[in-house]
Protein backbone atom coordinates (compact mmCIF):
# COMPACT_ATOMS: atom_id res chain seq x y z
CA UNK A 1 0.00 0.00 0.00
CA UNK A 2 1.61 3.09 -0.77
CA UNK A 3 0.71 6.54 0.22
CA UNK A 4 -1.68 8.92 -1.86
CA UNK A 5 -2.07 12.94 -1.01
CA UNK A 6 -5.44 14.43 -2.11
CA UNK A 7 -5.51 17.95 -2.29
CA UNK A 8 -8.66 19.30 -3.32
CA UNK A 9 -9.30 22.79 -4.75
CA UNK A 10 -12.71 23.99 -3.66
CA UNK A 11 -14.85 26.36 -6.40
CA UNK A 12 -11.19 26.45 -8.50
CA UNK A 13 -12.06 26.85 -12.40
CA UNK A 14 -9.43 25.40 -14.78
CA UNK A 15 -10.08 28.13 -17.63
CA UNK A 16 -8.57 30.89 -15.07
CA UNK A 17 -5.32 28.21 -13.98
CA UNK A 18 -4.80 27.57 -18.24
CA UNK A 19 -4.57 31.38 -18.73
CA UNK A 20 -2.05 31.75 -15.26
CA UNK A 21 -0.17 28.61 -16.39
CA UNK A 22 0.01 30.31 -19.52
CA UNK A 23 1.50 33.39 -18.45
CA UNK A 24 4.46 31.63 -16.20
CA UNK A 25 2.09 32.75 -12.59
CA UNK A 26 1.35 28.99 -11.39
CA UNK A 27 4.91 27.21 -11.85
CA UNK A 28 4.12 23.93 -9.56
CA UNK A 29 1.04 23.72 -10.92
CA UNK A 30 2.41 23.65 -14.78
CA UNK A 31 4.94 21.32 -13.43
CA UNK A 32 2.44 18.68 -11.99
CA UNK A 33 0.33 18.93 -15.17
CA UNK A 34 3.27 17.78 -17.04
CA UNK A 35 3.81 14.82 -15.16
CA UNK A 36 0.10 13.55 -14.48
CA UNK A 37 -2.45 11.85 -16.07
CA UNK A 38 -4.88 14.62 -16.66
CA UNK A 39 -8.84 13.98 -16.44
CA UNK A 40 -11.37 16.98 -17.07
CA UNK A 41 -14.34 15.79 -14.31
CA UNK A 42 -17.71 16.28 -15.17
CA UNK A 43 -20.30 16.65 -12.04
CA UNK A 44 -23.13 16.82 -14.31
CA UNK A 45 -26.17 18.32 -12.98
CA UNK A 46 -24.94 17.58 -9.17
CA UNK A 47 -22.47 20.17 -9.94
CA UNK A 48 -25.82 22.50 -9.31
CA UNK A 49 -26.74 20.86 -6.11
CA UNK A 50 -23.98 22.92 -4.37
CA UNK A 51 -23.01 19.71 -2.16
CA UNK A 52 -19.97 18.79 -4.47
CA UNK A 53 -17.95 18.37 -1.02
CA UNK A 54 -20.28 15.77 0.16
CA UNK A 55 -19.91 14.00 -2.66
CA UNK A 56 -16.94 13.46 -2.31
CA UNK A 57 -16.79 13.18 1.14
CA UNK A 58 -19.39 10.42 1.16
CA UNK A 59 -18.40 9.09 -2.05
CA UNK A 60 -21.93 8.93 -3.15
CA UNK A 61 -23.93 10.54 -6.03
CA UNK A 62 -26.94 12.75 -5.47
CA UNK A 63 -29.08 9.65 -6.24
CA UNK A 64 -27.32 7.65 -4.21
CA UNK A 65 -27.29 9.53 -1.13
CA UNK A 66 -31.00 10.72 -1.91
CA UNK A 67 -29.93 14.13 -1.08
CA UNK A 68 -30.26 16.97 -3.90
CA UNK A 69 -29.80 20.08 -2.13
CA UNK A 70 -28.73 21.68 0.83
CA UNK A 71 -31.88 23.12 1.65
CA UNK A 72 -34.93 20.94 3.31
CA UNK A 73 -38.27 21.56 2.88
CA UNK A 74 -40.70 20.25 5.92
CA UNK A 75 -44.10 19.81 3.91
CA UNK A 76 -45.95 19.61 7.20
CA UNK A 77 -44.91 23.61 8.33
CA UNK A 78 -44.05 24.38 5.13
CA UNK A 79 -40.40 25.28 6.61
CA UNK A 80 -37.39 25.39 4.38
CA UNK A 81 -33.94 25.52 6.13
CA UNK A 82 -30.01 24.48 5.22
CA UNK A 83 -28.77 21.67 6.73
CA UNK A 84 -25.49 20.12 7.07
CA UNK A 85 -24.24 16.68 6.40
CA UNK A 86 -25.90 13.10 8.31
CA UNK A 87 -23.42 11.08 5.87
CA UNK A 88 -20.92 8.91 6.44
CA UNK A 89 -17.23 9.87 5.10
CA UNK A 90 -15.65 7.40 2.72
CA UNK A 91 -12.76 6.58 4.78
CA UNK A 92 -14.59 5.46 7.99
CA UNK A 93 -14.44 2.12 5.97
CA UNK A 94 -10.93 1.99 5.11
CA UNK A 95 -8.30 0.37 6.51
CA UNK A 96 -5.93 3.26 5.23
CA UNK A 97 -5.24 5.31 8.07
CA UNK A 98 -6.12 8.75 7.10
CA UNK A 99 -5.76 12.06 8.16
CA UNK A 100 -7.75 15.02 6.82
CA UNK A 101 -7.55 18.92 7.22
CA UNK A 102 -10.55 21.14 6.66
CA UNK A 103 -12.48 18.74 4.48
CA UNK A 104 -16.16 20.01 4.30
CA UNK A 105 -19.11 17.81 4.86
CA UNK A 106 -16.64 15.29 6.57
CA UNK A 107 -18.10 14.36 9.63
CA UNK A 108 -15.53 12.89 11.81
CA UNK A 109 -18.15 11.45 14.29
CA UNK A 110 -19.23 9.35 11.62
CA UNK A 111 -15.35 8.02 11.06
CA UNK A 112 -13.89 7.53 14.69
CA UNK A 113 -10.66 6.45 12.92
CA UNK A 114 -9.88 9.36 11.45
CA UNK A 115 -7.74 12.06 12.67
CA UNK A 116 -8.01 15.76 11.75
CA UNK A 117 -9.49 19.32 12.00
CA UNK A 118 -12.79 19.92 9.89
CA UNK A 119 -14.61 23.35 9.80
CA UNK A 120 -11.61 25.26 10.63
CA UNK A 121 -11.76 27.66 7.73
CA UNK A 122 -13.64 25.82 5.00
CA UNK A 123 -16.25 27.38 2.67
CA UNK A 124 -19.42 26.16 3.41
CA UNK A 125 -18.61 23.73 5.91
CA UNK A 126 -21.36 21.46 6.18
CA UNK A 127 -20.13 20.27 9.36
CA UNK A 128 -19.30 21.76 12.90
CA UNK A 129 -15.84 22.95 14.15
CA UNK A 130 -14.05 19.83 15.30
CA UNK A 131 -10.98 17.66 15.48
CA UNK A 132 -10.12 14.33 16.65
CA UNK A 133 -7.67 14.44 18.98
CA UNK A 134 -10.14 16.84 20.50
CA UNK A 135 -7.27 18.59 21.36
CA UNK A 136 -5.94 18.85 18.07
CA UNK A 137 -7.76 21.73 17.65
CA UNK A 138 -6.61 24.11 20.30
CA UNK A 139 -2.81 23.15 19.11
CA UNK A 140 -4.02 24.35 15.79
CA UNK A 141 -5.41 27.75 16.72
CA UNK A 142 -2.10 27.86 19.13
CA UNK A 143 0.14 27.66 16.64
CA UNK A 144 -1.54 29.36 13.67
CA UNK A 145 -4.54 31.21 14.92
CA UNK A 146 -7.65 30.88 14.08
CA UNK A 147 -8.92 31.40 9.98
CA UNK A 148 -7.51 34.65 9.14
CA UNK A 149 -10.16 35.59 6.48
CA UNK A 150 -13.12 34.24 7.94
CA UNK A 151 -14.79 37.72 7.08
CA UNK A 152 -14.22 37.29 3.56
CA UNK A 153 -15.41 33.28 3.47
CA UNK A 154 -18.87 34.81 2.28
CA UNK A 155 -17.58 38.13 1.40
CA UNK A 156 -19.89 40.86 -0.83
CA UNK A 157 -17.43 43.40 -2.67
CA UNK A 158 -17.84 44.16 -6.19
CA UNK A 159 -19.59 47.71 -5.12
CA UNK A 160 -16.25 48.71 -3.32
CA UNK A 161 -12.27 48.37 -5.08
CA UNK A 162 -11.27 48.81 -1.69
CA UNK A 163 -13.16 45.66 -0.48
CA UNK A 164 -12.27 43.73 -3.43
CA UNK A 165 -8.77 44.29 -2.82
CA UNK A 166 -9.06 43.44 0.86
CA UNK A 167 -10.77 40.14 0.02
CA UNK A 168 -8.16 39.15 -2.69
CA UNK A 169 -5.28 39.90 -0.24
CA UNK A 170 -6.79 38.25 2.76
CA UNK A 171 -7.88 34.88 1.27
CA UNK A 172 -4.47 34.64 -0.57
CA UNK A 173 -2.66 34.98 3.10
CA UNK A 174 -5.30 32.65 4.56
CA UNK A 175 -4.28 30.40 1.62
CA UNK A 176 -0.37 30.36 2.67
CA UNK A 177 -1.54 30.33 6.31
CA UNK A 178 -3.69 26.74 5.51
CA UNK A 179 -0.62 25.55 3.11
CA UNK A 180 1.99 26.25 6.34
CA UNK A 181 -0.67 24.36 8.75
CA UNK A 182 -1.51 21.11 6.64
CA UNK A 183 2.23 20.91 6.42
CA UNK A 184 2.45 20.83 9.96
CA UNK A 185 -0.53 18.35 10.12
CA UNK A 186 0.43 16.15 8.12
CA UNK A 187 4.58 15.99 8.12
CA UNK A 188 4.76 16.66 12.27
CA UNK A 189 1.58 15.88 14.23
CA UNK A 190 0.33 13.38 12.74
CA UNK A 191 2.84 12.08 10.25
CA UNK A 192 1.38 7.87 10.38
CA UNK A 193 -1.41 8.26 7.27
CA UNK A 194 -1.77 6.09 4.50
CA UNK A 195 -3.75 8.71 2.92
CA UNK A 196 -4.05 12.36 3.44
CA UNK A 197 -7.01 14.72 2.62
CA UNK A 198 -6.77 18.88 2.07
CA UNK A 199 -9.31 21.20 0.52
CA UNK A 200 -8.32 24.68 -0.07
CA UNK A 201 -11.08 26.76 0.28
CA UNK A 202 -9.94 30.25 -0.81
CA UNK A 203 -10.61 29.76 -4.11
CA UNK A 204 -14.15 29.17 -4.00
CA UNK A 205 -15.16 32.63 -2.04
CA UNK A 206 -12.54 34.48 -4.69
CA UNK A 207 -14.18 33.18 -7.39
CA UNK A 208 -17.79 34.08 -5.98
CA UNK A 209 -16.67 37.34 -4.94
CA UNK A 210 -14.81 38.52 -6.82
CA UNK A 211 -15.32 37.17 -10.81
CA UNK A 212 -16.44 39.95 -12.46
CA UNK A 213 -12.45 41.00 -12.48
CA UNK A 214 -11.22 38.50 -14.71
CA UNK A 215 -14.49 37.81 -16.88
CA UNK A 216 -14.40 41.25 -19.77
CA UNK A 217 -18.07 39.60 -21.12
CA UNK A 218 -19.62 40.68 -17.04
CA UNK A 219 -21.98 42.72 -16.46
CA UNK A 220 -19.76 44.02 -13.97
CA UNK A 221 -16.55 44.61 -15.77
CA UNK A 222 -16.70 48.01 -16.09
CA UNK A 223 -16.54 48.75 -12.14
CA UNK A 224 -13.59 50.37 -10.88
CA UNK A 225 -13.38 47.03 -8.69
CA UNK A 226 -12.60 44.97 -11.50
CA UNK A 227 -9.02 45.37 -11.43
CA UNK A 228 -8.44 44.74 -8.08
CA UNK A 229 -10.99 42.03 -8.10
CA UNK A 230 -9.08 40.17 -10.94
CA UNK A 231 -5.71 40.98 -9.05
CA UNK A 232 -6.92 39.48 -5.75
CA UNK A 233 -8.43 36.61 -7.66
CA UNK A 234 -5.38 35.56 -9.50
CA UNK A 235 -3.60 36.65 -6.22
CA UNK A 236 -5.48 33.18 -4.80
CA UNK A 237 -4.51 31.14 -7.65
CA UNK A 238 -0.33 32.07 -6.82
CA UNK A 239 -1.64 31.20 -3.37
CA UNK A 240 -3.17 27.91 -4.35
CA UNK A 241 -0.04 26.96 -6.67
CA UNK A 242 2.12 27.66 -3.47
CA UNK A 243 0.71 25.66 -1.59
CA UNK A 244 0.83 22.57 -3.93
CA UNK A 245 4.13 23.39 -4.37
CA UNK A 246 4.43 23.46 -0.17
CA UNK A 247 2.61 19.75 -0.07
CA UNK A 248 3.81 17.87 -2.78
CA UNK A 249 7.66 18.49 -2.00
CA UNK A 250 6.63 17.59 1.69
CA UNK A 251 5.58 14.58 0.54
CA UNK A 252 7.81 13.19 -2.17
CA UNK A 253 6.92 9.35 -1.50
CA UNK A 254 2.75 10.04 -2.00
CA UNK A 255 1.19 9.65 -4.64
CA UNK A 256 -0.33 12.97 -5.53
CA UNK A 257 -4.12 14.00 -6.58
CA UNK A 258 -4.82 17.33 -6.94
CA UNK A 259 -8.76 17.44 -7.69
CA UNK A 260 -11.53 20.22 -8.47
CA UNK A 261 -15.17 18.44 -8.57
CA UNK A 262 -16.30 21.00 -11.01
CA UNK A 263 -15.66 24.40 -12.79
CA UNK A 264 -16.84 27.85 -12.18
CA UNK A 265 -17.66 30.88 -14.19
CA UNK A 266 -20.59 33.89 -14.11
CA UNK A 267 -23.21 33.73 -11.83
CA UNK A 268 -26.67 33.44 -13.20
CA UNK A 269 -28.68 32.20 -10.74
CA UNK A 270 -28.99 34.68 -7.57
CA UNK A 271 -31.03 37.13 -8.65
CA UNK A 272 -33.57 34.74 -10.71
CA UNK A 273 -33.28 32.21 -8.09
CA UNK A 274 -33.67 34.20 -4.50
CA UNK A 275 -36.10 36.95 -5.50
CA UNK A 276 -37.21 37.22 -9.12
CA UNK A 277 -38.71 33.20 -9.35
CA UNK A 278 -40.83 33.60 -5.85
CA UNK A 279 -41.96 36.94 -6.53
CA UNK A 280 -43.62 36.23 -10.02
CA UNK A 281 -45.21 32.86 -8.10
CA UNK A 282 -47.13 35.57 -6.02
CA UNK A 283 -48.17 37.49 -8.61
CA UNK A 284 -49.48 34.23 -10.39
CA UNK A 285 -50.92 33.38 -7.21
CA UNK A 286 -52.19 36.47 -5.61
CA UNK A 287 -52.65 39.38 -8.66
CA UNK A 288 -50.18 41.36 -6.78
CA UNK A 289 -46.52 42.38 -5.70
CA UNK A 290 -45.35 41.43 -2.74
CA UNK A 291 -42.19 43.24 -3.00
CA UNK A 292 -41.64 46.94 -4.19
CA UNK A 293 -38.52 47.35 -6.32
CA UNK A 294 -36.96 50.91 -5.42
CA UNK A 295 -37.01 53.75 -8.39
CA UNK A 296 -33.37 53.91 -8.40
CA UNK A 297 -33.30 50.35 -9.47
CA UNK A 298 -35.54 50.58 -12.14
CA UNK A 299 -34.07 53.44 -13.54
CA UNK A 300 -30.07 52.35 -13.40
CA UNK A 301 -28.15 52.35 -16.50
CA UNK A 302 -27.50 49.74 -18.38
CA UNK A 303 -30.66 47.62 -16.22
CA UNK A 304 -27.74 47.47 -13.54
CA UNK A 305 -29.05 48.52 -10.26
CA UNK A 306 -25.57 49.56 -8.05
CA UNK A 307 -25.35 49.06 -4.01
CA UNK A 308 -23.13 51.40 -2.06
CA UNK A 309 -19.61 50.64 -1.05
CA UNK A 310 -20.71 49.97 2.53
CA UNK A 311 -24.30 48.47 1.56
CA UNK A 312 -25.34 44.97 2.38
CA UNK A 313 -27.54 42.66 -0.64
CA UNK A 314 -29.11 41.01 1.68
CA UNK A 315 -30.05 43.77 4.09
CA UNK A 316 -31.24 46.01 0.87
CA UNK A 317 -33.60 43.15 -0.96
CA UNK A 318 -34.79 42.16 2.72
CA UNK A 319 -36.03 46.06 2.79
CA UNK A 320 -38.31 45.41 -0.23
CA UNK A 321 -40.45 43.43 1.96
CA UNK A 322 -43.59 45.05 3.96
CA UNK A 323 -43.60 42.08 6.68
CA UNK A 324 -40.78 40.44 8.02
CA UNK A 325 -39.95 36.70 7.23
CA UNK A 326 -42.04 34.53 10.34
CA UNK A 327 -39.36 33.95 13.10
CA UNK A 328 -40.55 30.37 13.71
CA UNK A 329 -37.17 29.16 11.90
CA UNK A 330 -36.90 25.34 12.34
CA UNK A 331 -35.07 23.51 15.00
CA UNK A 332 -36.66 26.51 17.44
CA UNK A 333 -38.24 24.05 19.67
CA UNK A 334 -35.12 21.87 19.56
CA UNK A 335 -32.73 24.49 20.21
CA UNK A 336 -34.84 26.10 23.35
CA UNK A 337 -34.72 22.28 25.04
CA UNK A 338 -31.39 22.30 24.01
CA UNK A 339 -30.86 25.33 26.32
CA UNK A 340 -32.33 24.12 28.99
CA UNK A 341 -30.42 19.96 28.90
CA UNK A 342 -27.50 19.55 31.13
CA UNK A 343 -24.02 19.69 29.22
CA UNK A 344 -23.63 16.31 30.69
CA UNK A 345 -26.33 14.93 29.52
CA UNK A 346 -25.86 16.33 25.66
CA UNK A 347 -22.96 14.00 25.46
CA UNK A 348 -24.23 11.08 26.59
CA UNK A 349 -26.52 11.82 24.17
CA UNK A 350 -24.08 12.79 21.60
CA UNK A 351 -22.31 9.34 22.03
CA UNK A 352 -25.39 7.22 21.85
CA UNK A 353 -25.93 8.81 18.34
CA UNK A 354 -22.33 8.43 17.10
CA UNK A 355 -22.13 12.10 16.24
CA UNK A 356 -22.57 15.42 17.29
CA UNK A 357 -25.70 16.79 16.92
CA UNK A 358 -24.64 20.14 15.94
CA UNK A 359 -23.02 18.97 12.78
CA UNK A 360 -26.21 18.55 11.50
CA UNK A 361 -27.64 21.99 13.04
CA UNK A 362 -30.59 23.78 10.71
CA UNK A 363 -29.07 27.17 9.55
CA UNK A 364 -31.93 30.22 8.78
CA UNK A 365 -32.52 31.42 5.43
CA UNK A 366 -34.51 34.40 6.59
CA UNK A 367 -31.83 36.96 4.47
CA UNK A 368 -32.87 35.16 1.38
CA UNK A 369 -35.67 37.02 -0.30
CA UNK A 370 -37.22 33.69 -1.31
CA UNK A 371 -38.06 32.83 2.32
CA UNK A 372 -40.17 35.83 2.89
CA UNK A 373 -43.02 34.30 0.44
CA UNK A 374 -43.07 31.41 3.38
CA UNK A 375 -46.08 33.05 4.74
CA UNK A 376 -47.90 32.61 1.36
CA UNK A 377 -46.86 28.96 0.48
CA UNK A 378 -49.59 27.20 1.73
CA UNK A 379 -52.55 29.42 -0.10
CA UNK A 380 -50.54 29.19 -3.47
CA UNK A 381 -50.77 26.17 -6.18
CA UNK A 382 -46.93 26.30 -6.32
CA UNK A 383 -44.34 28.60 -4.46
CA UNK A 384 -40.75 28.91 -5.15
CA UNK A 385 -38.28 26.79 -2.44
CA UNK A 386 -35.33 29.02 -1.45
CA UNK A 387 -32.17 28.24 -3.49
CA UNK A 388 -28.12 28.91 -3.98
CA UNK A 389 -28.19 28.02 -7.06
CA UNK A 390 -31.35 27.14 -9.89
CA UNK A 391 -34.43 27.81 -9.06
CA UNK A 392 -36.75 25.40 -7.16
CA UNK A 393 -40.46 25.24 -7.91
CA UNK A 394 -42.41 23.09 -5.04
CA UNK A 395 -46.15 22.16 -6.15
CA UNK A 396 -48.47 22.29 -3.12
CA UNK A 397 -49.73 18.66 -3.73
CA UNK A 398 -52.56 17.17 -1.58
CA UNK A 399 -51.19 14.51 0.60
CA UNK A 400 -47.87 15.71 0.54
CA UNK A 401 -47.75 19.30 1.82
CA UNK A 402 -49.78 19.36 4.87
CA UNK A 403 -52.31 21.74 3.54
CA UNK A 404 -52.24 21.13 -0.25
CA UNK A 405 -54.66 22.41 -2.91
CA UNK A 406 -53.45 20.43 -5.62
CA UNK A 407 -54.94 16.92 -6.56
CA UNK A 408 -52.97 14.68 -7.67
CA UNK A 409 -55.03 14.63 -10.90
CA UNK A 410 -54.10 18.02 -11.67
CA UNK A 411 -50.22 17.82 -11.40
CA UNK A 412 -49.19 17.40 -14.35
CA UNK A 413 -51.23 20.01 -15.88
CA UNK A 414 -50.10 21.99 -13.00
CA UNK A 415 -46.37 21.80 -13.72
CA UNK A 416 -46.69 22.60 -17.16
CA UNK A 417 -48.63 25.60 -16.44
CA UNK A 418 -45.75 26.67 -14.19
CA UNK A 419 -42.79 25.93 -16.80
CA UNK A 420 -44.68 27.70 -19.35
CA UNK A 421 -45.41 30.76 -16.77
CA UNK A 422 -41.85 30.82 -16.06
CA UNK A 423 -40.36 30.42 -19.74
CA UNK A 424 -42.76 33.60 -20.80
CA UNK A 425 -40.25 35.79 -19.00
CA UNK A 426 -37.97 37.38 -21.43
CA UNK A 427 -34.49 39.54 -20.52
CA UNK A 428 -35.42 42.76 -20.61
CA UNK A 429 -31.85 43.79 -21.37
CA UNK A 430 -31.70 40.63 -24.01
CA UNK A 431 -35.20 39.55 -25.01
CA UNK A 432 -34.70 35.82 -24.44
CA UNK A 433 -36.41 33.63 -22.36
CA UNK A 434 -34.71 33.64 -18.84
CA UNK A 435 -35.13 30.14 -19.14
CA UNK A 436 -31.55 27.85 -20.19
CA UNK A 437 -33.33 24.49 -19.53
CA UNK A 438 -36.00 22.92 -17.33
CA UNK A 439 -35.34 19.71 -15.68
CA UNK A 440 -38.63 17.78 -13.90
CA UNK A 441 -37.25 15.45 -11.00
CA UNK A 442 -40.54 13.83 -10.45
CA UNK A 443 -40.93 12.51 -14.03
CA UNK A 444 -42.31 8.97 -14.43
CA UNK A 445 -42.55 8.99 -10.48
CA UNK A 446 -45.01 9.11 -8.18
CA UNK A 447 -44.49 13.06 -7.47
CA UNK A 448 -46.45 12.14 -3.73
CA UNK A 449 -42.71 10.43 -3.24
CA UNK A 450 -40.93 13.40 -3.99
CA UNK A 451 -37.94 13.73 -0.93
CA UNK A 452 -37.60 16.58 1.13
CA UNK A 453 -34.80 18.14 -0.50
CA UNK A 454 -36.08 17.67 -3.76
CA UNK A 455 -38.56 19.96 -6.11
CA UNK A 456 -40.94 19.74 -8.90
CA UNK A 457 -39.28 22.06 -11.35
CA UNK A 458 -35.82 23.08 -11.54
CA UNK A 459 -34.94 26.28 -13.96
CA UNK A 460 -31.61 26.95 -15.10
CA UNK A 461 -31.09 30.53 -15.81
CA UNK A 462 -29.47 32.41 -18.94
CA UNK A 463 -28.80 34.81 -15.55
CA UNK A 464 -31.35 37.73 -15.54
CA UNK A 465 -31.42 40.73 -13.18
CA UNK A 466 -35.25 41.29 -13.88
CA UNK A 467 -38.06 39.02 -15.57
CA UNK A 468 -40.67 40.99 -18.12
CA UNK A 469 -43.39 38.80 -18.30
CA UNK A 470 -46.19 39.54 -20.77
CA UNK A 471 -49.19 39.63 -18.63
CA UNK A 472 -47.58 40.32 -14.67
CA UNK A 473 -45.48 42.76 -16.10
CA UNK A 474 -41.48 43.89 -15.30
CA UNK A 475 -40.27 42.18 -12.12
CA UNK A 476 -36.85 43.89 -10.91
CA UNK A 477 -33.80 44.49 -11.94
CA UNK A 478 -32.27 44.02 -8.84
CA UNK A 479 -28.03 43.85 -7.62
CA UNK A 480 -25.68 41.38 -8.66
CA UNK A 481 -25.02 39.31 -5.38
CA UNK A 482 -22.05 37.01 -6.17
CA UNK A 483 -20.74 37.71 -9.34
CA UNK A 484 -19.23 34.11 -9.90
CA UNK A 485 -20.99 31.00 -9.51
CA UNK A 486 -20.96 27.58 -10.29
CA UNK A 487 -21.38 27.17 -14.36
CA UNK A 488 -17.81 26.11 -15.58
CA UNK A 489 -17.72 23.04 -17.42
CA UNK A 490 -15.46 20.52 -16.28
CA UNK A 491 -13.47 20.71 -13.17
CA UNK A 492 -10.38 18.70 -13.28
CA UNK A 493 -7.90 15.68 -11.64
CA UNK A 494 -4.36 15.40 -12.23
CA UNK A 495 -2.95 11.71 -10.73
CA UNK A 496 1.02 11.75 -10.40
CA UNK A 497 2.61 8.59 -8.95
CA UNK A 498 4.80 5.72 -9.73
CA UNK A 499 3.27 3.59 -12.48
CA UNK A 500 0.83 6.25 -13.76
CA UNK A 501 1.88 7.84 -17.20
CA UNK A 502 1.20 11.31 -17.87
CA UNK A 503 -0.88 12.60 -20.48
CA UNK A 504 -4.43 14.11 -21.19
CA UNK A 505 -6.81 10.86 -20.36
CA UNK A 506 -9.97 13.12 -21.48
CA UNK A 507 -13.76 13.28 -19.53
CA UNK A 508 -14.93 11.09 -17.01
CA UNK A 509 -17.02 11.72 -13.87
CA UNK A 510 -16.61 13.73 -10.94
CA UNK A 511 -17.72 11.05 -8.75
CA UNK A 512 -14.64 8.66 -10.08
CA UNK A 513 -12.44 10.22 -7.87
CA UNK A 514 -12.99 8.53 -4.97
CA UNK A 515 -12.78 4.66 -6.10
CA UNK A 516 -9.74 6.14 -7.75
CA UNK A 517 -8.06 7.36 -4.18
CA UNK A 518 -9.22 3.86 -3.11
CA UNK A 519 -7.21 2.28 -5.87
CA UNK A 520 -3.87 4.07 -5.66
CA UNK A 521 -4.09 2.90 -1.59
CA UNK A 522 -4.84 -1.19 -3.12
CA UNK A 523 -7.79 -1.01 -1.06
CA UNK A 524 -11.07 -2.43 -2.67
CA UNK A 525 -13.80 -0.18 -3.76
CA UNK A 526 -16.59 -0.20 -0.41
CA UNK A 527 -19.91 -1.15 -1.75
CA UNK A 528 -22.30 1.38 -2.73
CA UNK A 529 -19.49 4.14 -3.77
CA UNK A 530 -20.80 5.85 -7.13
CA UNK A 531 -17.94 6.19 -9.48
CA UNK A 532 -14.92 3.87 -10.82
CA UNK A 533 -11.55 4.03 -10.65
CA UNK A 534 -9.69 6.51 -13.18
CA UNK A 535 -6.35 4.16 -12.97
CA UNK A 536 -5.67 2.23 -16.24
CA UNK A 537 -7.77 4.76 -18.45
CA UNK A 538 -7.34 4.94 -22.03
CA UNK A 539 -6.67 9.07 -23.18
CA UNK A 540 -10.33 9.81 -24.76
CA UNK A 541 -9.57 12.67 -27.28
CA UNK A 542 -13.59 14.67 -27.87
CA UNK A 543 -14.16 16.66 -30.82
CA UNK A 544 -15.48 19.66 -29.80
CA UNK A 545 -18.53 19.42 -31.60
CA UNK A 546 -18.77 15.81 -29.87
CA UNK A 547 -18.04 17.92 -26.30
CA UNK A 548 -20.94 20.67 -26.58
CA UNK A 549 -23.19 18.04 -27.27
CA UNK A 550 -22.33 15.94 -24.53
CA UNK A 551 -22.70 18.88 -22.30
CA UNK A 552 -25.62 20.09 -23.50
CA UNK A 553 -27.34 16.09 -23.45
CA UNK A 554 -25.56 16.21 -19.57
CA UNK A 555 -27.08 19.34 -18.30
CA UNK A 556 -30.72 18.04 -19.63
Known sequence: MGRVLAIGLDGYEPSL???????????????????????????????????????????????????????????????????????????????????????????????????????????????????????????????????????????????????????????AHAADVRARAARWLFAERLPDWDLAITVVSEPHSAIEGLWHGVDASHPLHHLPSSAPAGEGLRAVYRAADRLVAELTGAFPDAAVVVFSMGGMGANRSDAASMFLLPELLHRHAFGRACASIPAEWTAAERG??????????????????????????????????AGAVPEPVKGLVRRALGRSEEDRRPLALGWMPASHYRAHWPAMRAFALPSFYDGRVRVNLAGRESRGVVAVSEYAATVDAIESLVSACRDPDTGASVVDFVERPAHGRDPRELGDTEADLVFVWHGPLAFDHPALGRIGPVPFRRTGGHTGRYGMAYLRGAGIAAGDRGVCSSFDVVPTLLDLLGELPASGLSGATLLGRAPIALHPATDRQIARESAR
Open 304 to 337: LPMLGEGESWSERMIALFAQPEPSDQPGALRRAI
Open 17 to 171: EDALVAAGELPAIAKLREASARFSLDHGSAQRTGLAWEHFSSGLAPEDARRFAAVRFDPRRYAAWQEGTGLEPFPARLAARTVVFDAPYFDLARAPRVRGVVGWGAHDPGVATRSEPNELLAELDARFGSYPAAEWIYGFAWPSAQRCARMGEAL
